[in-house]
C-alpha cells in the first residue's frame, strides 16, 4: 500500500516559511491478490426481516434483493440487465461489454417465482433497464445502497453496508450450506484463491 500526501508551504509573520501539513492528495495502491474487507449479513433472521420490509414497500427494491443473494450476480451486473436479459424467467443472460461473452445464470424457484411476479405487474419492452427509476431511467448503484441501509435501519439491523455486502453475504451462505466447501466458492467467483484467503474473506470477526 502506497499512500502520498503533499505538504502546504506558506511565510510566517516573521518572514520565514511554516509548514502546514495540509494533505491535497492520497494515493492508494494496492497490489496481488487483494479481498476487501466487506461486511456479511450473517443472521438469517436479519436477511428475513430486511427482506419482508422491502417486500412491503417496494418491489423493485426486493427484486434486486432477492437476485443478488440468489445468484451471487454483482449489484452492478444486476443493474446493467435489460428486461430481454430476464425474458427466460428461469435464467439471466448477462454479456460482458469487454469480451462480448454471454453468461446465463439459472434461478431457483424463489427468484423465478419473484421475477416473474414483477415482468407481470406492467409491459415492459425488451430494451428498457429491467431495474428503472419513477423517470425509467436506469437504476443506480448509490440508490441500492440507500434503500438497504434504510431497511437496515428501520428493522433494527446492524451492521455496515457496502457495495460488495450482499455478493459476501451470498458467498458466505453459499460456503456454510455446502459444508463448509471452498473450491466451490472457487467456481462460483471464477478465482483461483488461495483456500487460507478466502477463509480469513469469509471468517472475518470485525463486522
Known amino acids: 500500500m502506497t499512500i502520498v500526501a503533499f505538504l502546504s508551504l506558506s511565510l510566517s ?11 491535497l492528495l492520497c494515493r492508494i ?18 436477511l428475513e426481516k430486511i427482506e419482508n420490509y422491502l417486500l ?26 435489460n428486461v430481454g436479459n ?26 423465478m417465482s419473484y421475477l416473474y ?9 425488451l430494451k428498457e433497464p429491467l431495474f428503472q427509476t419513477r423517470n425509467g431511467n436506469r437504476f443506480g ?3 441500492v445502497y440507500r434503500f438497504i441501509k434504510e431497511a437496515c435501519k ?9 457495495g460488495l455486502s450482499l455478493k459476501k453475504t451470498f458467498l458466505y451462505h453459499s460456503f456454510l450450506e455446502s459444508n463448509n466447501d471452498i473450491v466451490l466458492l472457487q467456481k462460483l467467483t471464477n478465482k ?16
Open 29 to 46: 495502491s494496492l497490489k496481488g491478490d487483494y479481498m476487501p474487507v466487506v461486511d456479511v449479513i450473517r443472521n438469517k433472521e436479519d
Open 154 to 162: 428501520v428493522t433494527g439491523v446492524k451492521t455496515r453496508i457496502s
Open 192 to 207: 483461483n484463491t488461495p483456500i487460507k484467503r478466502w477463509r480469513k474473506f469469509l471468517m472475518q470477526k470485525d463486522i
Open 13 to 23: 509573520s516573521d518572514g520565514g516559511e511554516k509548514c502546514r501539513p495540509y494533505i
Open 141 to 143: 448503484r448509490t440508490q
Open 86 to 111: 430476464a425474458k427466460a424467467i428461469n435464467a439471466i443472460t448477462i454479456t460482458n461489454p469487454k469480451t462480448g461473452m454471454v453468461k446465463r445464470v439459472e434461478l431457483n424457484k424463489k427468484a
Open 56 to 81: 412491503r414497500h417496494n418491489k423493485r427494491n426486493h427484486l434486486i434483493w432477492v437476485l443478488a443473494l440468489n445468484t451471487g450476480l454483482k449489484i452492478s451486473e444486476l443493474l446493467s440487465l
Open 117 to 125: 411476479k414483477y415482468l407481470s405487474r406492467k409491459p415492459l419492452r
